[in-house]
C-alpha cells in the first residue's frame, strides 16, 4: 500500500517533467507507460534536438535512462522531419535519492533524513 501511495503522483511528475525538458523543435506523438517504462514517441527538427532532450532527462530528479530506439527521416505536412522513439524511465520515490536525502521536488511522502 505505500508503494501505491508513493507512486500515485508518477503521471503528474512525468508530465510536468515532459514539459520542463522538452527542447524547442521537438513535438511528442505519444506518450505510453509501462510501469516505471515511458515510451516517447515524437518528431525533431534535427538529430541534434533529440540529443538534447536526452541530456534534460539525465538530469532531470525524476526521469532517468533514456535509451534512443530509432530515429528515421519522414515526410510530414511536405517537409522533411526526424520521427524518433526513445524509452525513458521514472525514478520511484525510493531510487529518486539515495537513503536519508529527498530529491529536489519530492512529494511530501518521501521520507526525509530522521530527526
Known amino acids: ?5 508513493a507512486n500515485r503522483t ?10 520542463r525538458q522538452l ?16 515510451t516517447l514517441v515524437g518528431y525533431a527538427q534535427s ?3 533529440v540529443s538534447t532532450l536526452m541530456r534534460n ?4 530528479p525524476w526521469l ?9 527521416s519522414v515526410p510530414l505536412d511536405k517537409q522533411k522531419v ?11 520515490a ?7 536525502k529527498v530529491p529536489p521536488g519530492a512529494p511530501p511522502t518521501a521520507k526525509g533524513p530522521s530527526a
Do not use: C, W
Open 64 to 72: 532517468t535512462a533514456p535509451e534512443l530506439v530509432e530515429i528515421k
Open 1 to 5: 500500500m505505500e508503494t501505491l501511495q
Open 82 to 92: 526526424n520521427e524518433f522513439t526513445l524509452n525513458l524511465r521514472i525514478k520511484r
Open 47 to 49: 538529430n541534434a534536438r
Open 57 to 60: 532527462i539525465e538530469s532531470s
Open 23 to 38: 527542447p524547442d523543435g521537438l513535438y511528442l506523438r505519444s506518450v505510453r507507460q509501462n510501469g516505471a517504462k515511458v
Open 10 to 19: 508518477e503521471a503528474v511528475h512525468l508530465l510536468d517533467q515532459l514539459v
Open 94 to 100: 525510493a531510487e529518486a535519492a539515495p537513503p536519508g
